[in-house]
């Protein structure tokens, strides 16, 4: 039972992690960023030193953990950042509809450019190996990293959270996640609070990009998809723009892939994501708006 | 007018000059309909390599039938749709043998394109019943082992060889690759289990799962640890799954088909002990046949790099038993070469004997060679041939 729910809490947390990233960024401009999962895969690919050739070799992997975290943070920010001030920066005023189709295409653009230099052969890598090893806990047995997962996850909404509420940055993101013009219009620097929200957003997909290289061991270029599948589905659920929701329905649909995964028959488990994607469909057919709507979306009249 | 009128006169005359040319008579071509760029071109180069050397190594002897092989390429550039186009821009160029991608669904559109015309088509290593007879046409043949054959020799196998009793199914659901694997397994298991053997278990997960840690849950409220785990996947979510098990003390040991063959994932589990792969030939230097290690050479010396996994293999397989069939038809005319093809029983290759009937142009049972690795090491540890072909409702199930 206990071994169910630290498995339920480890996958919600990756979810939860990516269904943030979109979450700031939609919050700012309103941008359902789908070159999220690309950049996660950049992430990890930023460990190898580029080449086709099908045993990867490994560049900045090898640096100790305490010089490879922040490297790895670094590259998600900065490449997020480089994205909003080549490509989204253009379309500020451009409706979501465009803005959504440009990040798609951003999102080829970066697969395609990790095809290039990696080729779509996977990779393989050994991140941080000591992690893998099992630990027991109150009777469960679980990879550490399952146990590192949940605990980082958490410190990093923690101080998420402490970020927004409490600096005078944080203020401005979320008076501009509310209302971008009337915050503006009270001196919020607009350039600075959308970087600001990418670069965060960059962050936490180098987070999952960790996470997922260390657990699965495996580089693909096509590796973040599906998790940006599951992130957005979750940013949806929570109420589109809603921080607090994003990670609420992240960890939902984590415990509810789990859940199916031990519940369903054999025979039904292969349909599972189609239980959970059902469940999805039920919840906004209760709550369209969300799990928990974001102030700067309702309607006003 | 007139003069637009010579000049497309002119061009249409300049085209019907080129194109017998192409057709030549006194050369015998492959078409090479496979990608060359995007996703797929890392599973097509290498066995098309491979094919590129058993070619080299004929016309240095003379050529077929006293005709030197002349090779032409169309890039399907990993689409479908790309994929039909590149099957009839090589038959344009006059191929005799259409080479087609790797997987059945990718190369499927240009080996259809070579049925339409009354060519031979070849899969270069797809491993799918339907990439033949069933899928394609009469016509159309794989160069590799089916899928089924691969579960189905672990299991036996492991059962036979290494006393393993209690056995556990993890199926990845992603394709039918995975899916084939397991059909095998099944076929097999209730043999097996009347001669003591048990399925204590079984469950499945998606390969690109960011976590199997549900899964692994069901195999550790076992009562026992299952002998072994037979499980049915491909890379990347096959590395994943196996690095998930072991980090969570699952010491079982694990049979996989032939895609997960190959050294260089290795480093994402390190010292992986108790871990079993069938292969057609070994790329680790320790093949029984000493022609392999010296094939493994030639790879070296023209690609620059060593084969990279058994699916290098079949392109040399297929060359080679193309070539016997023309030299015994003393014709490439597909129709008579197809019927020498389908004589061949138990043919020897550097990979194993080969076998095509009129209903099957794949393998359903021939010898692998079991690689094992141990402490992070793959090693030829022996060979198995099923004790019976997998029959064909096994297949198509």
């Given at each position: ?301 | ?32 309909a ?42 399907t550039?990993?689409?479908r749709?790309?994929g039909a186009?590149?099957g ?10 259409v080479v087609v991608s790797c997987d059945y669904d990718f190369g499927s559109p240009a080996a259809l394109a070579a049925e339409d015309?009354?060519n031979i088509s070849f899969f270069l290593c797809a491993e799918s019943v339907k990439a033949g007879i069933q899928g394609v046409g009469p016509r159309s043949f794989s160069a590799s082992v089916l899928a089924a ?26 394709t039918a690759y995975?899916k084939g694997?397991?059909d ?130 079949p ?23 197809v ?17 095509f009937t009129p209903e099957l142009h794949h393998q359903n ?25 997998v029959?064909m409702e096994a297949l198509l199930k």
């Amino acid at each position: 039972m206990l071994q169910i729910l630290f498995d339920a809490l480890s996958l919600g947390s990756l979810y939860a992690l990516g269904a943030l990233g979109i979450a700031l960024i939609f919050g700012v401009m309103r941008l359902v960023n789908f070159a999220h999962g690309d950049v996660i895969a950049f992430c990890v690919f930023a460990l190898l030193w580029p080449s086709t050739d099908a045993m990867a070799i490994v560049f900045a992997g090898q640096l100790p953990w305490y010089l490879l975290v922040p490297f790895v943070l670094l590259c998600g920010a900065g490449l997020s950042v480089l994205c909003e001030i080549i490509v989204f920066r253009r379309f500020r005023q451009a409706n979501p509809a465009t803005m959504m189709i440009a990040s798609f295409a951003l999102g080829f653009v970066i697969r395609y450019f990790l095809l290039m230099l990696f080729s779509s052969r996977p990779k393989s890598i050994s991140l941080l190996p000591e992690l893998s090893q099992p630990v027991e806990i109150l009777g469960a047995r679980l990879p550490l990293l399952q146990l590192i997962t949940i605990v980082t996850t958490m410190v990093i909404l923690i101080g998420l959270t402490l970020f927004l509420r409490q600096t005078r940055f944080g203020l401005e993101m979320r008076a501009a996640a509310e209302n971008f013009s009337m915050a503006r219009m009270l001196g919020v620097r607009a350039n600075r609070v959308i970087m600001g929200a990418f670069a965060l957003s960059g962050a936490l997909a180098a987070a999952i990009a960790l996470i997922f290289g260390i657990q699965t061991g495996t580089l693909d270029i096509q590796m973040g998809a599906s998790i940006m599948l599951m992130a957005f589905i979750a940013t949806v659920i929570g109420g589109l723009g809603s921080l607090g929701g994003a990670v609420l329905a992240g960890f939902l649909l984590g415990a509810a892939s789990v859940i199916m995964q031990v519940m369903l028959p054999i025979d039904a488990r292969p349909f599972r994501d189609a239980f959970v994607y059902g469940a999805v469909i039920l919840v906004l057919l209760f709550r369209p708006q969300g799990l928990i709507a974001a102030r700067g979306t309702k309607e006003r009249v | 007018m007139t003069y637009k009128m010579r000049i497309v006169a002119t061009a249409l005359a300049s085209i019907s000059i080129a194109y017998p040319a192409l057709a030549d008579d006194k050369t015998i071509v492959i078409g090479f309909a496979t990608a060359e760029s995007g996703f797929m071109e890392a599973y097509d180069k290498p066995a098309q390599e491979a094919a590129m050397i058993r070619i080299g190594e004929i016309n240095a002897a003379g050529g077929l039938l006293g005709k030197q092989i002349e090779v032409v390429k169309a890039d399907t550039k990993s689409d479908r749709a790309e994929g039909a186009k590149a099957g009839l821009s090589v038959l344009d160029q006059g191929a005799d043998l259409v080479v087609v991608s790797c997987d059945y669904d990718f190369g499927s559109p240009a080996a259809l394109a070579a049925e339409d015309a009354g060519n031979i088509s070849f899969f270069l290593c797809a491993e799918s019943v339907k990439a033949g007879i069933q899928g394609v046409g009469p016509r159309s043949f794989s160069a590799s082992v089916l899928a089924a054959v691969q579960g189905a020799t672990m299991a036996e196998w492991a059962f036979k060889e290494k006393g393993a009793k209690d056995f556990y199914r993890l199926l990845d659901t992603w394709t039918a690759y995975n899916k084939g694997i397991c059909d095998g397994f099944d076929w097999m298991m209730p043999k097996l289990e009347t001669q003591g053997a048990k399925l204590v278990g079984e469950d499945t997960f998606k390969n690109e799962d960011a976590s199997i840690a549900a899964q692994i849950t069901r195999i550790k409220s076992l009562p026992k640890e299952p002998d072994a785990i037979m499980l049915c996947t491909m890379m990347p979510g096959a590395v994943s799954a196996i690095k998930q098990l072991r980090a969570a003390g699952i010491n079982s040991m694990i049979l996989n088909g032939s895609g997960v063959d190959g050294s260089y994932w290795l480093s994402a589990v390190p010292d992986l002990t108790n871990f079993y792969v069938p292969v057609q030939g070994s790329i680790y230097g320790d093949d029984p046949n000493p022609a392999v290690l010296k094939f493994n050479a030639t790879y070296k010396e023209k690609t620059g790099a060593d084969p990279s996994s058994q699916y290098v293999f079949p392109g040399y397989v297929m060359v080679d038993l193309w070539a016997k069939a023309v030299e015994r038809a003393g014709t490439t005319n597909a129709d008579e070469v197809v019927a020498e093809l389908e004589k061949m029983k138990d043919e020897p290759t550097l990979f194993g004997p080969r076998t095509f009937t009129p209903e099957l142009h794949h393998q359903n049972q021939t010898r692998y060679l079991i690689v094992e690795t141990k402490a992070g090491k793959p090693g030829v540890v022996g060979n198995w041939t099923i004790s019976e072909p997998v029959p064909m409702e096994a297949l198509l199930k």
